[in-house]
């Protein structure tokens, strides 16, 4: 087994392994220091960060569903500059490869925190959240549409020299035209899928469970829509894909690979086991080593439509 | 460090058709948990339900001068809740602790007062050792609805605390709610230092607070918000804190808490 090549790249990034943590799910990373070794995760996605602090929506931000969860947290952060501040230093100091996630309401924010993070120590990637269903500003009107996603990427990419990935929302008809147009931007990768517009109300009350009426569906009971979805995007663009959608166990993180995922995020399964990423790691190697696989990025996109009908998909 | 258990269910005692103590062979955790600490929990290994559940550490059990394991003190009242009532002895159960900020402690002459609503008793067992040990002297005041759902006075007793008990049905002890005798005691209470422990629901926790306050006394609340990870990940249990500019922010009860000072928080 230990033989196995697990180094992932992401455009001019490498990563030690394919995994991951995912946006929202992970704090900003030094949280989980204590359970975790942060150097032997693939990268730390951060929460959410805009220009400024945010205080996010009032409580009840989840629920639990079956198999899943909805979410509103309202994108609560520290802001860039604290980030900068307080917290990379000691995500330096720990080792980890750390990707910023970053949202903003108009395109000038988008850029100006591209512009602040290339300038940092220890930011290797650019996560670009046009995809938060929870709240207007959170670029979700970009990632709606195929010219603001164009457009937002194309603006980032001329200010910065690191990677970027913008991170694509479900919650459109079509999520490989915007996979597409991400590509023809210039993005470096794409990840997808962010959380599914979803609702649940309390009978007895007549009340929505979240205090903002919606939120975003995550958790198992999302997967197989996100790995259709990843599927679809192998299809249409080059650029490497980072699946994520449920994932809970090194079958889940096989299966969006062999669709087409270069990397997967592991985001609710975290909150059920902060020490599921050695759990997945081992369980990739014993994959690997049963298919005489020895470079899990010779796995990526081998999925084997030859014996099935196909015709339900377009292009 | 936080560990990961997968702790075999010892015994499992019904103390009414909804409230149970489930003992649980986590002796990690037993070991390091210090008094306001919890654990997140998950019975069954599906995704009904997926995430944890926090619990306070009810008691650290000893056996022969060893630390074997935890209790928790549980109310049926969902998923979680059902499944720990109807474990049986070897199950196993997920837990993963000790997690959060422990209550501070007080020493003589200043005296504790723990103030329990319910299930809210939940940390008190392992405070009141911590606090006995220490030569503090300790007081229980304990609400339920009735009678029947007052439990472990002889456990409490027998360590030499004080009890003031209140019921809303008048079964048992004052009749209304328990900052009934906490506010009787506090009048009578004169100059005396003393630490105003508070577990239970939130109106409990406010009214507790804002008696405590009215007497000039220090408050420390343990608050039970919807919680998804319990290690600062997911910021959905948040609970707003007051700034020091006279707004306010929301802090993660997690990390944050459970425990804060009363004075500190803004209740909704």
Known sequence: ?315 | MPVDVEARVIRNTRLSSDYNVIELAAPEIADATAPGQFVMVKPGRGGDPLLRRPFSVFEVVREHGRVTGITLLSKRVGITTSMLFDAVEGDTISCLGPLGKPFELVDPPAEAWMVAGGVGLAPFATLAEALVARGTKTTLFYGARSGKELFYLDWFASRGIELKLATEDGTHGDKGRITVPLERELQRAGSAEVMVYACGPEPMLEAVAHVAEKYGRPSQVSVERVMGCGMGGCYSCVIPVKDSGGGQHYVRSCIGGPVFKGADLVWD
């Not at chain 1, 960060?49 to 931000?61: A, D, I, N, V």
């Not at chain 1, 079956?66 to 994108?75: C, R």
């Not at chain 1, 970009?142 to 020299?161: E, N, R, W």
């Not at chain 1, 109300?201 to 198992?220: A, F, M």
């Open chain 1, 1 to 315: 087994m230990s033989g196995i090549d697990l180094t992932t790249r992401i455009g001019s990034l490498e990563l030690r392994n394919p995994l991951m943590a995912a946006s929202g799910c992970f704090g900003y990373g030094v949280e989980y220091a204590d359970a975790v070794d942060l150097t032997t995760i693939g990268a730390v996605v951060s929460k959410g960060l805009f220009l400024k602090e945010r205080s996010g929506h009032p409580p009840q931000r989840i629920v639990e569903t079956p198999s899943g969860m909805l979410n509103a947290i309202g994108l609560q952060g520290i802001g860039v500059h604290r980030y900068i501040k307080e917290k990379l230093p000691e995500l330096r100091r720990l080792g980890a490869t750390n990707v910023i996630n970053i949202c903003g309401s108009t395109l000038d924010e988008y850029v100006e925190l591209a512009r602040i993070l290339s300038d940092a120590e220890g930011v290797h990637a650019l996560e670009i959240n046009i995809s938060c269903p929870n709240i207007k500003e959170g670029g979700i009107t970009f990632g709606c549409s195929l010219h603001g996603t164009f457009d937002v990427v194309s603006a980032i990419k001329k200010v910065t020299h690191l990677p970027v990935i913008p991170k694509l929302t479900p919650n459109v008809t079509d999520v490989a035209s915007i996979a597409k147009s991400a590509e023809d931007a210039g993005a470096d990768a794409v990840s997808l899928v962010n959380t599914f517009l979803a609702m649940a109300i309390d009978v007895e009350t007549r009340r929505p469970k979240l205090s903002n009426i919606v939120g975003g569906l995550s958790g198992p009971a999302i997967r197989p829509i996100a790995v259709r979805m990843v599927y679809e995007c192998r299809r249409a663009i080059k650029i490497p894909i980072i699946g994520m959608g449920g994932i809970a166990n090194a079958t889940d993180v096989l299966e969006f690979m062999i669709a087409g995922a270069t990397a997967v995020q592991v985001g609710t399964a975290n909150f059920v086991d902060p020490f599921i990423w050695s759990k997945l790691l081992d369980g990739m190697r014993d994959y690997l080593t049963r298919h005489s696989i020895a470079r899990i990025a010779d796995l990526v996109g081998t999925v084997d439509t030859s014996t099935r009908e196909k015709q339900w998909i377009s292009s």
